[in-house]
């Protein structure tokens, strides 16, 4: 009795969670051009003057990442500038926030909507096989041993734990390979290629920890993990990061300068380096106050030094 509930249990898990594999965001409106923008696109002809006006719109925008040429990245057939982690998918013909891939088994595109629902159903089909190659093993083994009537019934268990065993390597290798993903804060498409940042490309841009990490695509209660519910942060256009002074070209972000006025793009900087750098200026500011006093001190010795043999050489 006890193994039909677990059965039916994870039989309605298996297939609940599919259904809301479905469940999409839509894209933020700010990242779509408007009319007025996308005629005076359609009336550039040359590449710079696009890329001008498409870092206009895109300078209050949250996006950090960048082309391979170092150029905003643009949807011609959405239009409409790309969010940092977005992709176009060509079977789907729309941009996807966070696109992980285009999974054929749901015939749909994993991404920031759905990839919770995507772990879970890999972990309920996971089970799913696991318990049931487990429960059909005892008569896998009498069908070697001639324990089981000779009936057609027989050829049936074969099957079973073939395919139920045969799933469960798959699906095991598949879950372990997105679990290190989610540990890592990347996607399928950044792991085999990694984004593009202003100051070139960096594979852990992303990465706040493993517990951030994993609480970014599954939340912050607990009680919503193991449930085919959303509850992912963010909005799925923004996304936090671990690096510092990301692009000169947004406000909040700062740039490094030189003496003739000409800005240059700083490299992001891990939180760690970032505060032994917001540190220093206390350091040197000490240091440079002691150097002062001890200067300070030496020349008052000089001087009255110069006043004594001033006296000794006037008596």
């Known amino acids: 009795m006890c193994l039909k509930k677990i059965y039916i249990l994870l039989f309605f898990l298996l297939f609940l969670t599919p259904s809301f594999i479905f469940f999409k965001l839509g894209m933020h409106w700010c990242f779509h051009l408007s009319y007025s923008d996308k005629e005076l696109l359609e009336r550039e002809d040359r590449g710079e003057s696009q890329q001008e006006i498409l870092r206009r719109i895109a300078k209050n925008l949250p996006i950090y990442t960048r082309t391979n040429s170092g150029a905003i990245r643009f949807c011609d057939r959405c239009q409409l500038l790309k969010p940092d982690r977005c992709h176009h998918c060509s079977v789907c013909d729309k941009c996807i926030l966070k696109m992980d891939h285009h999974c054929p088994?749901?015939?749909?595109?994993?991404g920031f909507s759905n990839y919770k629902y995507f772990m879970l159903f890999l972990a309920y089909s996971l089970l799913y096989c696991l318990f049931i190659t487990a429960t059909d093993l005892?008569?896998?083994?009498?069908?070697?041993?001639?324990?089981?009537?000779?009936t057609q019934a027989k050829f049936h268990i074969l099957f079973l734990f073939f395919s139920a065993s045969m799933f469960s390597v798959s699906l095991a290798s598949l879950f372990i390979y997105h679990c290190w993903l989610v540990c890592k804060n990347r996607s399928t498409l950044e792991a085999v290629r990694a984004p593009v940042f202003r100051h070139g490309t960096d594979k852990n841009g992303f990465s706040l920890g493993i517990s951030?990490?994993?609480?970014?695509?599954?939340?912050?209660?607990?009680?919503?993990?193991?449930v085919p519910v959303f509850s992912s942060l963010g909005d799925g256009c923004s996304f936090p990061s671990c690096l510092v002074?990301?692009?000169?070209?947004?406000?909040?972000?700062?740039?490094?300068?030189?003496?003739?006025g000409r800005q240059f793009p700083s490299k992001p900087l891990r939180e760690s380096q970032s505060?032994?750098?917001?540190?220093?200026?206390?350091?040197?500011d000490s240091e440079t106050t002691t150097d002062k006093d001890r200067k300070g001190d030496v020349k008052k010795k000089n001087i009255i030094k110069r006043q004594i043999n001033i006296l000794r050489i006037n008596n």
Request: proline share 12%; charged share 20%; with cysteine.
């Open 212 to 226: 951030k990490n994993f609480r970014q695509v599954f939340g912050d209660e607990v009680k919503y993990w193991p």
């Open 245 to 260: 002074n990301l692009d000169p070209e947004q406000p909040s972000s700062p740039s490094g300068s030189n003496p003739d």
């Open 275 to 284: 505060r032994l750098l917001t540190t220093t200026p206390s350091w040197t």
């Open 105 to 110: 088994w749901v015939n749909n595109c994993v």
């Open 138 to 150: 005892q008569y896998f083994i009498k069908f070697w041993t001639n324990g089981l009537p000779d």
